[in-house]
């Protein structure tokens, strides 16, 4: 259950950042909701997984499917480049920052 | 100034993860509370300008390198070959990310430009 917490919490992160791009377009109140809640209840799953997955591990996971799935979502749904430099050097980031955090 | 707003959140970064691992009063946990809130903020700011997934991935590994570096420096933690390693992997993807996206930029306001006419 608790991995399924674990991805729960990843796309939290995924729609959050699609809900910044779609308040941007329109800066409301009901709009600015669709930040904080996904956000909020992917921090709740978070904590949730890790009571059963090792800290380092649910960290990484979360860290890595959420910026990857941020990135794919942005290239899909908001036009944002796929030259393959952009992809190589996201792929920098997110592997260095998934490393980092299974190492602690 | 996008790209100062991703650097200011990914440092208000490491203060609220640091306020969420030490704090332990009502002031501390407010302290922290807001500092979260100035971060998204910032994040917000820079998705006006630099395409999201961009800034949510370097907001990520900025604040992933941050936080390695100052606990090595401030909390006494050792940093071992590998963390290096792995802050080199994250610095060289910034800097080529922010190369090629100032690129990328000037070509899309010289196609809105040739669009408008």
């Known amino acids: 259950m608790a991995w399924i917490y674990l991805i729960i919490a990843s796309f939290g992160e995924i729609f959050g950042v699609i809900g910044i791009n779609y308040y941007l377009q329109r800066k409301t109140f009901q709009r600015l909701l669709f930040v904080i809640l996904p956000f909020g209840v992917g921090f709740v799953f978070l904590s949730m997984a890790m009571q059963e997955i090792p800290l380092g591990t649910a960290y990484a996971i979360w860290t890595g499917l959420g910026a990857a799935g941020a990135v794919l979502m942005g290239m899909i749904f908001f036009k944002e480049s796929t030259s393959w430099k952009r992809i190589f050097f996201l792929l920098c980031i997110i592997t260095g920052a998934v490393g980092l955090k299974i190492l602690h | ?117």
């Open chain 2, 1 to 117: 100034m996008a790209w100062s707003y991703v650097l200011f959140a990914a440092i208000v970064e490491i203060f609220w993860v640091i306020g969420l691992r030490y704090s332990n009063s009502i002031v501390e946990w407010l302290g922290t509370i807001i500092m979260i809130i100035c971060s998204f903020y910032f994040i917000i700011k820079a998705c006006e300008k630099l395409p999201s997934g961009t800034v949510y991935a370097v907001f990520t590994g900025a604040g992933a390198a941050g936080i390695v570096i100052v606990d090595a420096s401030f909390f006494g933690a050792a940093l071992s070959i590998k963390q290096l390693l792995f802050v080199g992997l994250i610095i060289v993807g910034v800097i080529g990310i922010k190369l090629t996206s100032d690129n990328e930029t000037s070509e899309k306001h010289v196609h809105t430009y040739k669009g408008a006419e």
